[in-house]
């Protein structure tokens, strides 16, 4: 089944050529179906590249979904221009009314900097209080995660002695939980940031519960008891470049950093690296959206408000 975004969203163009079903605005509103709705803040630098990265993982499933996507208003973009956010993005303001089935918070380049300190930091406390009576299912990820679990339950996060960079094994904790159901016993997820979060932190939290885990990259994916607020502190979003890309960007500003673990073969930054996660990010994507989302929102999705 399709996803549908804007006509002339530039990504439409990038699924299209990957086979994946995209549905223009004209055509789902002749269909007599309710499809799912997806709002995305996005707090990337790189917009178009991140939501195109997400799409292409809602637009594989099953399900009809119809995404919105969000900025915030208390930050100033770089990386995108005015005329492209205007066009394509809505505020808190614009969707503070609505309701959704599911909301992802995606990650940002200020992990380094205390939370208090993100200079959006209350306009997104504010959006995470109302997803609770206004989304279904939240998926955080990455810093996003970071972000939610500090502000839900007071998980906070430590600095790491160097960057954490490559691809990682993990391994699910629970043979048939929902998110990981059709997992391998080892799947590999890529993984950049600088800062951590502990597992005897999540342990003392009761509605906490770490679902997959890697030797070298720690708790990655958490969830809470009923499903409505999802945690990933890697990014499975990735493309097979987006590491490379972050790599080259920091030998540009003189970082010197380490060459990304597990990624490059031989580790030399000139070749092509595999890519050995996409499947996986398919299936949990896959995973979240039907167990937790489709299966569980109410029809009506204003009834959200009295779960």
């Known amino acids: 089944m399709p ?21 223009t605005e004209d055509r789902a509103s002749h269909q007599d179906i309710r499809p799912l709705r997806i709002l ?28 919105d996507l969000m900025q915030t208003v208390t930050h100033t973009a770089k990386n995108t221009s005015k005329e492209y956010l205007l066009e394509f993005y809505q505020s808190f303001s614009d969707i503070r009314d609505k309701h959704y089935d599911g909301l992802i918070i995606t990650g940002a380049p200020v992990e380094q900097i205390p939370f208090e300190q993100v200079d ?44 954490l960079s490559g691809i990682y094994k993990h391994r699910p904790l629970y043979a048939n939980h929902p998110l990981t159901r059709g997992f ?26 770490v679902v997959a885990t890697s030797d070298a990259a720690g708790p990655t994916i958490i969830a809470s008891e009923d499903g409505r607020e999802v945690f990933v502190t890697g990014h499975c979003e990735y493309d097979r470049l987006t590491l490379a890309y972050e790599y080259q960007r920091d030998v540009g500003r003189g970082l010197n950093p380490q060459v990304p ?7 030399n930054p000139e070749a092509v690296p595999p890519m050995t996660w996409c499947s996986h990010a398919h299936l949990f994507f896959s995973n979240w959206l039907n167990y937790f989302v489709y299966q569980q929102t109410p029809y009506d999705l204003e009834r959200i408000a009295k779960l």
């Open 261 to 267: 673990r597990n990624y490059f073969p031989g580790d």
């Open 184 to 209: 391998d016993e080892v799947f590999h997820m890529p993984h950049s940031r600088h800062t951590e979060i502990r597992q005897a932190d999540i342990d003392r939290v009761e509605n906490l519960r």
């Open 3 to 23: 996803i549908k975004i804007a006509d002339n969203l530039p990504a439409a163009k990038t699924l299209e050529s990957e086979n994946i079903f995209v549905m």
């Open 40 to 67: 995305i803040l996005n707090l990337m630098p790189t917009k178009e590249v991140t939501e195109t990265q997400l799409l292409r993982l809602l637009g594989n499933t099953p399900l009809q979904v119809d995404v």
């Open 120 to 163: 959006y930091w209350d306009e997104l406390c504010e959006i995470i209080d109302w997803a609770h009576s206004h989304v279904y299912s939240t998926l955080y990820i990455c810093w996003g995660a970071q972000a939610g679990l500090y502000h839900l339950y007071g998980i906070n996060k430590y600095q790491m002695p160097n960057k």
